[in-house]
């Protein structure tokens, strides 16, 4: 199949191919599939390549990225996790799309920094698309040279009691698009059409026919996205997951929401290069992340169905000001070795309380097995000027 890429086009020339083949050999693919490749293939994908994704000199740019503050006040649920567990000797804490580390770093330093009593090793399981990635964090966590009792290890086998962590990684798991035509849900497929690749519209697919389930309430026309993907991790923590919480960090919203007309039209789908936002798939395939935004409700249920008792949904700004920005703003700025943070400090800060900002961000705190109990701190506090849907 002969592919005429466009001008300033920079796609990776062996992710076409590996797309364009397949469609040659099995007909159009579903846009989850697509992403698959384009995202995870494990020599040529965006997320398994070795170029740096995520931070300022990247293509976007999370909150672990804008400063440590924000990973310092993840360690405090996490420290608070611990308490209701029964303060057990070992605890195991598994980031899900760690990347390069910056979360997981910032959580150690803070722990190394304030080691609990009666807490003997804290291991970080990295659980990541690039293997590499769990190498050099272990590498990082060494030159640090703390002498607390903080290990990194590669995502392993088996059950575990500890805390679960996601920090923007449901919005990147693979999605369906789908369009509601005269009535019925209908597929987008991806396809070559002029000799590049294109959408195609077709019934549903087997793996988006749990759409048909969903409250959909769209206008005729209208685009808009499904992850059956979310459902799939959730069986797969539910398996992991012994006893413990389960963290969400991201972008998204409940699905009456995401399914307004005036706001997304078109569906929520984004590719960011270099910080700059796009909205087509197929410009420079493998160099942009895709991402949709993630469906809560969805979360929600998918969560419930897999055994977890879902503790609370809040913004990130609420959940940063209940584990204690305040006081984390205070020990920076009393610090002597951290004092000249303190500025670049209280800039992350507001960001992190900007309603239109990472604060509108969503964060679900999930159990498993846990004693009910009151709420934990990072849902505990409520914003009372934030414009909460």
Not at 90 to 117: C, N, Y
Not at 122 to 137: E, M, T
Not at 232 to 252: N, S
Not at 326 to 355: C, F, H, K, T, W
């Amino acid at each position: 199949m002969q592919l005429r890429q466009p001008e300033s086009d920079d796609s990776n020339p062996s992710l076409m191919d590996l797309v364009a083949g397949e469609i040659e050999r099995d007909g159009p693919m579903t846009f989850a599939r697509f992403m698959e490749i384009v995202i995870s293939d494990p020599e040529h994908g965006y997320y398994a390549s070795s170029a740096h994704r995520a931070g300022r000199s990247g293509d976007f740019l999370t909150a672990p990225e804008t400063h440590f503050i924000f990973g310092w006040l993840v360690a405090r649920q996490i420290r608070e996790c611990w308490d209701r567990l029964g303060r057990d000797q070992k605890l195991i804490v598994s980031e899900h799309g760690a990347g390069r580390g910056a979360l997981g770093l910032q959580i150690l330093d803070w722990f190394s920094r304030h080691p609990p009593d009666g807490l003997e090793s804290l291991a970080y399981r990295v659980d990541d698309l690039n293997p590499g990635h769990s190498s050099a964090i272990e590498r990082a966590v060494e030159q640090q040279g703390n002498d607390s009792p903080v290990s990194v290890e590669p995502a392993a086998p088996g059950s575990f009691t500890g805390v679960v962590i996601a920090n923007e990684f449901l919005d990147a798991l693979p999605f369906h698009r789908l369009k509601l035509e005269d009535g019925q849900i209908r597929e987008l497929y991806v396809t070559v059409k002029d000799g590049w690749f294109d959408h195609e519209v077709g019934e549903l697919s087997d793996a988006a026919s749990g759409a048909l389930d969903l409250d959909i309430q769209a206008d005729d026309g209208q685009r808009f996205e499904f992850c059956p993907a979310i459902e799939d991790w959730f069986q797969q923590i539910g398996r992991q997951l012994e006893r413990g919480y389960v963290l969400i960090f991201d972008y998204g919203d409940e699905r009456d929401a995401l399914l307004d007309v005036q706001r997304f039209p078109g569906g929520t789908l984004k590719t960011y290069r270099q910080h700059q936002v796009g909205d087509d798939p197929f410009q420079d395939i493998g160099q942009r992340d895709i991402t949709a935004h993630v469906d809560f409700t969805l979360v929600e249920s998918a969560a419930r169905g897999n055994g977890f008792r879902v503790e609370g949904i809040t913004s990130q700004a609420e959940f940063v000001a209940g584990v204690g920005l305040d006081e984390v703003l205070l020990e920076i700025q009393g610090r002597a070795d951290a004092a000249s943070e303190y500025p670049a400090a209280r800039a992350a800060a507001m960001e992190l309380l900007n309603p239109g900002g990472l604060g509108r961000f969503r964060v679900a705190i999930l159990s498993r097995n846990v004693d009910d109990q009151a709420p934990l701190k990072g849902l505990a506090f409520r914003l009372p000027a934030l414009n909460r849907r």
